[in-house]
């Protein structure tokens, strides 16, 4: 895998520190939102992370163990159409989305996804949220890509801004592979050089 790696673009460290950073002031805001109240049984005041797999699966994983609150997850799945593949050309268009709860009534949610590039995926996915009628929604990203699109979808949380170039690691993939890798990194030209359709 290392030998396919152009650039390293976001060390270990600075992700660590950036997670730590971020779920902080999620706690100092979810705090002022009565999430703190103990739980009356059926959820009402409650927080509710809804990550969008498969990408956000180590962020999510790191960034809970900084949240002393409590919460339920909630993973949905954003399914691309039939015969797209996440390449370096760009999202996959969107289909279905699965595993959404019927109600979010009285729950303070935090929908969570690796990536912010053409904005698509977050767009949908909050509109099905706000659709199931939460207390408050918010959204974190790990990373948000440098372009138009992206800029224009508000996002309460952002742990990067990136260049807009393809990147792997830490939970994104290329083509299913490079998830397990820990750093944010570009990967070399030839290895997606196939990929420009
Ligand atoms: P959007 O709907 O265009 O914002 O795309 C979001 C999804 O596309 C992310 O959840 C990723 O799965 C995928 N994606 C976008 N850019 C990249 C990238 O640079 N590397 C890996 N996956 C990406
Ligand atoms: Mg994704």
Redesign the pocket.
């Known amino acids: 895998m290392r030998d396919e790696i152009d650039q390293v673009l976001i060390s270990r460290t600075q992700i660590a520190d950036r997670v730590a950073a971020v779920a902080d002031r999620i706690v100092a805001d979810l705090s002022t939102s009565a999430v703190t109240i103990p739980a009356i049984g059926n959820g009402v005041g409650e927080l509710t992370l809804v990550p ?1 797999l ?3 699966i180590i962020f999510v994983a790191d960034l809970i163990r900084h949240l002393p609150l409590r919460m339920q997850l909630n993973m949905i799945s ?1 399914n691309s159409y039939p015969g797209t593949r ?1 390449t ?1 050309t ?3 268009q ?1 289909g279905e989305l699965t595993n959404l709860p019927d109600s979010l009534v009285g729950r303070h949610v935090l929908v969570i ?12 996915v909050i509109d099905q949220l706000r659709s199931r009628h939460p207390e408050s929604l918010r959204s974190a990203v790990l ?1 948000r ?1 440098d372009r138009p ?2 800029a224009a ?1 508000p996002i309460d949380y952002v742990c990067f801004d990136i260049p807009d ?4 690691g830490y939970g ?3 083509n299913g592979y490079y998830r397990n890798h820990p750093e944010i990194v570009t990967l070399l030209p030839h290895i997606i050089e196939e990929d420009v359709t």
């Open positions: 969008i498969t990408g956000s954003v996440t370096t760009g999202t996959p969107i996804d690796d990536i912010l590039d053409s904005g698509k995926t977050m767009r949908l990373l890509k699109q992206a979808v170039e393809f990147v792997v994104l993939d290329y």
